[in-house]
């Protein structure tokens, strides 16, 4: 019995290894349309509809055509290793003695012979075949659309503004530069496609070249950044694209190109926006520049904010008049010379050119001129405001030049009253003609506390 099972199996893996070589005689065609901007690997089919191969599907009979379209690359694999690459369209040969097929040429009876070797072959494999032959296609187009952002703030050396904290989001594109390396490394020998989802992951959920393609914004941040005059303000990167792009591909493209077979192509970004901190700061320092570029400007500025004082002053709750008096300090202390010192030096310092990252010239600040002020009746002098600085009295109105008439007109500046047509009295003596005697005030009154006499 054993032995009659053994002639039957040998008999019967005759028969399969016959019919196998036979059905894998056709000669088939390879194509595949455009892989489009999600496939990176696809495995080519057979695109023939009649006369069809109806072996093995791993099987490419020799003399089969294989028509590569725009846009792929084309990898040969014989029994797992790669024999051939193409990087141009056009139709294409399979050339192996492998799978002989009968069909391959004119030459029948040398075709017949590999044929029968083949059979012989696959019988002593019990009908199996020997070999596995794959077309498989890689998509060399760019992959655009891949979005990316900054999880939280990263630091960046502005040359205007110094250290900030910005959030940067856009997107990149890169594409397969060597497919051997890509296929060896990455996608290996797939039963149908592999995806650039699959590669990259999302941005919820990312695949590690992704998260290195984001770790190493940082390191390209840090290269746009810096003083002038290669350093770039953070409000013009939306510009400067070229410049990223350059940046990050330093830093991706020799890893990814030696370990994975791809490179950064174009990287776009959509916006960069400052931190709350770095914002508030960069609204001070323009402002600062503002005021020192243009001196009407800081004018402005310094009247508004009087006139604010002001108006706080009044609404007091504790008093217009105990407000205005701490107003009138203020200005005693130094508001006002301050004022004049600041407004001073507006106009001698000149505006940085460069930036905080230049260097700054001492500016020479002239001392501003100290008012006499005005004495009050409670002794506090060189008071500059309206109100005494240490009884809060009001500035007493200035004396009215000319003299008075005995009417009571005053104020009078000729040789007769204004008022009463009287004429302007004599001066009185600086002191007695009898006695020589002189008041210490320097006020004679009418009759000489000395002699008596009648003065005037």
């Known amino acids: 019995m054993g032995l009659i099972s053994l002639i039957a199996n040998v008999a019967g893996s ?3 290894s016959i019919s196998s070589q036979i059905q894998d005689q056709y000669l088939e065609f390879f194509t595949q349309d455009a892989l489009g901007t999600d496939i990176l690997v696809k495995k080519g089919v057979n695109k023939m509809e009649k006369g069809r191969n109806k072996g093995n599907t ?3 009979s020799n003399g089969s055509i294989i028509n590569v379209p725009e846009g792929c690359y084309c990898l040969l694999v014989n029994n797992g290793e790669i024999v051939d690459v193409v ?4 139709a294409y ?3 192996t003695s492998t799978a002989p ?4 040429n004119k030459n029948f009876g040398e075709n017949v012979k590999q044929s029968i070797a083949d059979i012989w072959n696959r019988m002593k494999m019990g009908g199996e075949i020997q070999q596995q032959q794959r077309v498989y296609f890689v998509n060399k187009t760019e992959m655009m659309n891949q979005n990316f952002g900054t999880p939280s703030p990263v630091p960046y050396a502005d040359p205007e503004y110094r250290n900030i904290y910005i959030r940067l989001n856009g997107t990149f594109s890169f594409k397969v530069e060597n497919p051997v390396t890509f296929f060896r490394n990455i996608s290996g020998q ?4 592999y995806t650039v989802a699959e590669f990259m992951g999302t941005p919820a959920q990312p695949k590690q070249p992704r998260l290195e393609f984001l770790d190493n914004i940082t390191e390209t941040l840090n290269k746009c950044g810096g003083p002038y005059p290669n350093g770039i303000m953070f409000s013009t990167l939306p510009s400067k694209q070229g410049e990223f792009r350059r940046y990050m591909q330093e830093c991706l493209d020799e890893e990814w190109l030696q370990g994975r077979g791809i490179v950064v192509d174009k990287v776009a970004i959509a916006s960069v926006t400052p931190d709350d901190k770095s914002r508030e700061r960069i609204e001070k320092v323009d402002e600062s520049k503002l005021y020192g570029a243009d001196g009407a400007a800081l004018n402005a500025a310094v009247a508004l904010g009087q006139t604010e004082a002001m108006k706080a002053a009044g609404a007091n709750a504790n008093g217009a008049v105990n407000g205005f008096m701490g107003l009138g300090m203020m200005n005693g202390v130094g508001g006002a010379s301050a004022t004049a010192a600041a407004l001073n030096n507006v106009q001698q310092v000149q505006p940085s050119q460069g930036g905080f990252f230049a260097p700054q010239q001492p500016a020479a600040v002239a001392a501003a001129p100290v008012a006499a002020g005005w004495s009050c009746a409670c002794g506090q002098s060189g008071n500059q405001g309206k109100f005494c600085s240490n009884c809060g009295k009001p500035q007493p109105a200035p004396v009215a030049a000319g003299w008075s008439c005995e009417c009571g007109q005053t104020g009078n500046t000729g040789k007769f009253c204004g008022n009463c047509g009287k004429p302007q009295p004599a001066a009185a003596p600086a002191a007695c003609p009898n006695c020589g005697y002189k008041p210490a005030d320097g006020v004679m009154p009418k009759f000489c506390p000395e002699c008596g006499n009648k003065i005037g």
């Open 58 to 60: 791993d099987v490419i």
């Open 101 to 104: 097929s009968i069909l391959a």
């Open 190 to 193: 797939v039963s149908d496609v």
């Open 87 to 90: 990087d141009a369209a056009g």
């Open 14 to 16: 005759t028969f399969g």
């Open 93 to 95: 040969k399979w050339d």
